[in-house]
Structures are given as structure tokens and as C-alpha cells.
């Protein structure tokens, strides 16, 4: 009888993710190649359609693009998909990536005003192509992105390796949470 209750608990064990617990699945939601899925159905996971914004090629301004996600009570969660949307490449010719290749979002953080704090990686700055107008289109991409596709999100502050930053290439003042400036839009 002992060697059931031993066969049984291992069979259980193994169910759960290759003898992982669910909780401790490596599939995240949002992980790029991975299609989570609900319940035991297999029916795909709810999907949720936020606004992305791209800079041009031409340097013209940011346009909007829609996107998925998934769907999620978290705000902060949602927060992280499009980030990690905005750190993969355009979807279309003619868009740019708004931020540094190599660029990782370290803490995103929410507080119960709405502002959002985000912390990027050292690659924000130290890979940043200079120069204003990218400066501005990358971080109103990052703004923008946020305020349109997780309503919780008022204002974002954005921080790099946890620290505050006064600047990313010397022409935005980043000291104070910041909204979209309607102006950095592509006409």
C-alpha cells in the first residue's frame, strides 16, 4: 500500500510541469514562443488589444500600433507585456525599435496615483544613439505605450539600474513623472 501512495505522489509530481509545481512553471505569459493556455481545456488564454507606439524611420514622430497581450488582472503585468512588446523589433518597414538593443526592464512599479516607475538596464543609456530626437521619441514611445494600453497608468517615471537619471542623452528631463507629449505624434 505504501508503494501506491509513493507512485501516486510522484505521478502527481510529475504532472505538474516535468516534476515542477504549476506555480513555478517557466511558461510566463507574454514570454516570446509561448502560448499560454487556461485551464484544462486548452483553450488559449484571453487576449487583451493595447496601443504601441513606434517612432518612424523618416524621424517624422510616433505612430500607433495595435497590438495583443495577455489578458491579466495586473496592471503591473500588463505593464511588463508591452514593454517587452516595445523592446522586440517594429512591426511593420518603415518603424524603428524606440530603445537600445540589449535594453531589459529590471522593476516596474505602479503606486495608487498612477504613476508608473520603471526601471530599464544600463543599456538604456550606455547604448543610446544620442542625439534629441531620439531621446524623445524613445522615451514618449515608452510613455505613450503605457498610458494608452494599461489605464491604471497616469504617468510613468523612468528610472535606469534603479536609479534616477536626469536625462538619458542630455534633452529630456526625466526627474519628474512624465506624460505623453501629443506633440512627439507623427502627423
Request: proline share 10%; glycine share 10%.
Amino acid at each position: 500500500m505504501r508503494r501506491i501512495g509513493v507512485l501516486l505522489l510522484a505521478c502527481a509530481s510529475l504532472a505538474c510541469d516535468g516534476g515542477k509545481p504549476a506555480s513555478q512553471s517557466p511558461l510566463a505569459p507574454g514570454a516570446p514562443g509561448e502560448t499560454p493556455v487556461a485551464g484544462d481545456d486548452m483553450s488559449p488564454a484571453p487576449r487583451l488589444a493595447v496601443t504601441l507606439l513606434w517612432p518612424t524611420a523618416g524621424a517624422t514622430g510616433l505612430v500607433p500600433r495595435g497590438a495583443e497581450i495577455f489578458a491579466t488582472s495586473s496592471p503591473v503585468d500588463r505593464a511588463k507585456q508591452v514593454l517587452g512588446l516595445l523592446l522586440g523589433p517594429p512591426p511593420e518597414r518603415g518603424l524603428v525599435a524606440p530603445l537600445p538593443e540589449g535594453t531589459r526592464v529590471e522593476v516596474v512599479f505602479i503606486d495608487a496615483s498612477g504613476t508608473a516607475t520603471v526601471s530599464f538596464s544600463r543599456e538604456m543609456v550606455d547604448k543610446a544613439p544620442g542625439g534629441s530626437a531620439w531621446e524623445i521619441a524613445a522615451v514618449n514611445a515608452v510613455v505613450g505605450s503605457l498610458t494608452r494600453s494599461v489605464p491604471k497608468i497616469k504617468r510613468v517615471r523612468i528610472l535606469v539600474s534603479g536609479q534616477q537619471v536626469d536625462t538619458l542623452t542630455g534633452h529630456l528631463d526625466l526627474r519628474q513623472p512624465l506624460i505623453l507629449d501629443e506633440r512627439s505624434l507623427a502627423p
